[in-house]
């Protein structure tokens, strides 16, 4: 038998009742697997060596490989971790990437950035915190160096509070540390506290085990990984309205 999908949106606390919003910051507020994306086609289309190379399969390499010991450690630059890993795929895919470095780094870097942009919706609900002064953290766990440098080319400073990075706190979610410390900066506990990611195993878990109120921003229509207290948004858009109408309600 199908099951009624269960979305659980009465856990969203109207408007009013918002004492701060969390929010994951790749491909929840800003995009990030469309600009890796790009960053192997453009790759791909550089190099005719690469004519069958599957890009998916390049994409599945670049995650397995990422360390978050190398990222916490200090031990390499953003651009060097990522040179390194684009080497291992370019040389398992049989081209001597090490006297092409320069070259593909700078192809990928390219088209990153120029797809490197806001989620639909994720400014509307920034500009929303900012009217009704609600504060804004991003706790996110991936790369401190490339986090700042989105921050810094999409204007994000003007809506965001708090940015918290593996790096500022040596830990990544689901770890509810990373959580507590926001709550700590804004001096406030869990209750009202909202946090909105799309990964539910560090995202939603985290939420969860810090008691705070998860929302998960399922673009994709995916299946829950795991039972819990979760709301579950298809956008960000719908957040927007989902929290002015709660409020609308209470007045
Ligand atoms: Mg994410």
Not at 127 to 132: D, E, G, I, K, Y
């Amino acid at each position: 038998m199908r099951k009624e999908k269960c979305r659980d949106l009465e856990l969203i606390p109207p408007l009013n009742e918002i004492k701060a919003m969390f929010f994951d910051m790749d491909d929840t507020l800003v995009k990030y697997r469309e600009p890796v994306m790009a960053g192997f086609n453009s790759i791909k289309e550089s190099f005719p060596e690469l004519e069958n190379a599957i890009v998916e399969d390049m994409m599945d390499q670049f995650r397995e490989l990422f360390s978050y010991e190398a990222v916490l450690n200090r031990e390499v630059s953003y651009r060097e971790d990522i040179s390194i890993r684009l080497s291992r795929i370019l040389n398992d895919l049989g081209m001597d990437a090490d006297d092409e470095k320069l070259h593909f780094s700078s192809v990928f870097w390219r088209a990153f950035w120029k797809k490197r942009r806001m989620v639909d919706g994720a400014k509307d609900i920034l500009q929303l915190c900012r009217n009704m002064n609600i504060p804004v953290a991003v706790i996110t766990n991936g790369n401190p160096q490339i986090q700042f440098r989105t921050m810094i080319r999409l204007k994000l400073h003007d809506y965001i509070d708090v940015i918290l990075t593996p790096r500022t706190i040596d830990e990544v979610k689901p770890n509810n540390s990373l959580f507590h410390k926001a709550m700590n900066i804004f001096d406030i506990g869990p209750e009202g506290v909202v946090m909105i990611g799309d990964s539910f195993s560090a995202d939603m878990v985290g939420a969860m085990n810090a008691g705070i109120i998860p929302v998960w921003l399922n673009i994709s229509g995916n299946d829950r990984p795991e039972d819990g207290e979760v709301a579950e948004i298809s956008s960000l858009c719908e957040l927007v309205d989902l929290i002015r109408k709660g409020d609308d309600k209470d007045e």
